[in-house]
């Protein structure tokens, strides 16, 4: 089955300006989730959505960052506007069900560099 | 809240080695747990996973891990260490239902010829 696809594969922006990444979960997976990796940090969750319903956002910064996934297939994260500590890899997975967990596929990511 | 640490930022062993990447958690109910591997430049691949079933879990590239849960511990072995598993594994815990997966900080192995 084809895996979980994400676009760009690396962006580089100036502080203040807006930027948004793409994801195409698996085929069929229900859940997908946004998370955001620094570097030398884990993986920490943005948000998490269920078909084309918000799940879990509690530790998305809502004043600039903002999700959605209209049709329950693909979604699209955007930051507007960018901070230099939003320098990160952005990681888009998915997940046949919400529970039990059997565990995300996880695209390659997107690297944003702000500068 | 659930919560897992990582001993050990970097562990470095010599090929053919014994690797040993050791994982805590915290948590208020039995957990699910998974160690994940992030190769440069790319996403995470899932290593195995404990699901409340067989405490001795085996993975994938002869990776293994044991779920002992009177030291809440999680920690991933291999027998013999290979220069391709040269990388960045994850641990991670999720309770059951509808909880996402909260990762700890990683472990960065290197393999030395």
């Known amino acids: 089955e084809a895996g979980v696809a994400q676009s760009p594969r690396y962006k580089i922006i100036e502080k203040r300006q807006s930027v948004a990444f793409w994801c195409n979960p698996i085929?069929?997976?229900?859940?997908l989730y946004w998370y955001q990796q620094i570097l030398g940090q884990g993986p920490k969750l943005l948000i998490q959505?269920?078909?084309?319903?918000?799940?879990?956002d509690s530790q998305l910064p809502k004043d600039r960052f903002s999700a959605e996934r209209l049709k329950g297939v693909d979604s699209t994260l955007k930051i507007q506007p960018a901070k230099l500590e939003d320098s990160a890899v952005y990681l888009c997975?998915?997940?046949?069900?919400?529970?039990?967990?059997?565990?995300?596929?996880f695209g390659s990511g997107t690297r944003l560099t702000v500068v | 809240a659930q919560s897992v640490t990582q001993l050990g930022s970097h562990v470095s062993v010599s090929e053919g080695a014994l690797v040993l990447l050791r994982c805590n958690y915290s948590?208020?109910?039995?957990?699910?747990l998974f160690w994940y591997v992030q190769y440069p430049n790319q996403g995470l691949q899932l290593l195995l996973k404990?699901?409340?079933?067989?405490?001795l879990v085996k993975g994938i590239n002869g990776f293994e891990a044991e779920f002992k849960k009177s030291e809440t511990s999680f920690h991933l072995t291999k027998p013999s260490a290979h220069m391709s598993d040269a990388a960045e594994y994850f641990c991670?815990?999720?309770?059951?239902?509808?909880?996402?997966?909260?990762f700890g900080k990683g472990t960065r192995l290197s393999v030395i010829a």
């Open positions: 997975a998915s997940s046949l069900t919400m529970g039990p967990p059997e565990g995300y596929t």
């Open positions: 085929s069929g997976h229900a859940t």
């Open positions: 959505f269920q078909n084309n319903g918000v799940v879990d």
């Open positions: 948590s208020s109910v039995p957990p699910y």
């Open positions: 404990y699901t409340s079933a067989a405490t």
């Open positions: 991670a815990v999720s309770l059951s239902g509808n909880t996402p997966l909260v």
